[in-house]
T-cell receptor, first 113, second 116 residues
Framework: NAGVTQTPKFQVLKTGQSMTLQCAQD?????MSWYRQDPGMGLRLIHY???????DQGEVPNGYNVSRSTTEDFPLRLLSAAPSQTSVYFC????????????FGQGTRLTVV | AQKVTQAQTEISVVEKEDVTLDCVYE???????LFWYKQPPSGELVFLIR??????QNEISGRYSWNFQKSTSSFNFTITASQVVDSAVYFC?????????????FGTGTRLTIIP
């Protein structure tokens, strides 16, 4: 199994550009989430989804959109990139029941110039 | 709101020493889950342990052990006989039961450096 796959691994954007970070999981997990990791701040939740068609905001949602049209995919859209969105982004997935661990993708390092 | 505090920003120890990483949490829920993740220099997040709020038994896995104390809201992580491969950033995280694992609250992490 591939687990959680994020693409791209690295990206440089200019201020104002838009882009989509892709996240796919092949474990049939109901739950998926996006986090950003900034120095000294740990990981902070951006958006999450408890199933296809259901999404909600996390701690730092501004500037990001998500959708969940399938169980497998949970893309994160940056509408108009800003330097403050320079960060490492992680996608995670987990089962709804049994409260197992969250599986994380390899991360996407995004730089906005 | 839930909160996780890892007061130790950076720790350095000489190889083979024991080291304890502290984690203190806050939550209003009676049912919750605590996690430790390791982030090596390569950047991925590696799951180490999950503990639910009803199980206060300490756990040992090889050189790793965890001490969960609800009375002090702490979930500390000890590495015995540390090795250079243990050098990483370690995150403690909290998940409230109602929301499952899609909403993890992370601490700010502790960067552990093992000096050969």
């Amino acid at each position: 199994n591939a687990g959680v796959t994020q693409t791209p691994k690295f990206q440089v954007l200019k201020t104002g550009q838009s882009m989509t970070l892709q996240c796919a999981q092949d474990m049939n997990h109901e739950y998926m989430s996006w986090y950003r990791q900034d120095p000294g701040m740990g990981l902070r939740l951006i958006h999450y989804s408890v199933g296809a068609g259901i999404t909600d905001q996390g701690e730092v949602p501004n500037g990001y959109n998500v959708s969940r049209s399938t169980t497998e995919d949970f893309p994160l859209r940056l509408l108009s990139a800003a330097p403050s969105q320079t960060s490492v982004y992680f996608c995670a997935s987990s089962r709804r029941t049994g409260n197992t661990e969250a599986f994380f993708g390899q991360g996407t390092r995004l730089t906005v110039v | 709101a839930q909160k996780v505090t890892q007061a130790q920003t950076e720790i350095s120890v000489v190889e083979k020493e024991d080291v304890t990483l502290d984690c203190v949490y806050e939550t209003r829920d009676t049912t919750y889950y605590l996690f430790w993740y390791k982030q090596p220099p390569s950047g991925e997040l590696v799951f180490l342990i999950r503990r639910n709020s009803f199980d206060e038994q300490n756990e040992i896995s090889g050189r790793y052990s965890w001490n969960f104390q609800k009375s002090t809201s702490s979930f500390n992580f000890t590495i015995t006989a540390s090795q250079v491969v243990d050098s990483a950033v370690y995150f403690c995280a909290l998940s409230e039961h109602y929301f499952g694992n899609e909403k993890l609250t992370f601490g700010t992490g502790t960067r552990l450096t093992i000096i050969p």
